[in-house]
Each structure stands twice: as C-alpha cells, then as structure tokens.
C-alpha cells in the first residue's frame, strides 16, 4: 500500500471540502427531523 503525502495546502483543501459535505449532511438532516416532526404535529392535531 503506497503512502500519499500531501502537501499543507491540499491538506487544507480536503479538510474545507469534507466539512462542506458535512454541513450538507447536517442541513438534510435537520430538514428531515423538522419534516417529521412537523408532520407528527399535524397528525396528532387531526385526531
């Protein structure tokens, strides 16, 4: 298995990149639990 070395500034490069995909997943997420929660609400005030 062959070492990469990667230099400070690709370094840099894929941390901003990975935490960009992490606050994606964050924003999906939270739409997800309001979604539910909303709907959860909506129902319970149907009864």
Same mark, same amino acid.
């Given at each position: 298995?062959d ?8 370094t840099?490069? /894929?941390?901003k ?6 606050l994606?997943?964050? +924003?999906? /997420? ?11 609400? +909506?129902? /319970?005030?149907?009864?």
């Amino acid at each position: 298995m062959d070492v990469v070395k990667l230099t400070p500034e690709q370094t840099a490069a /894929l941390y901003k990149q990975r935490r960009g995909r992490n606050l994606a997943m964050l +924003v999906v /997420l939270v739409g997800m639990v309001v979604m539910f929660f909303a709907l959860t609400i +909506v129902k /319970l005030s149907q009864q």
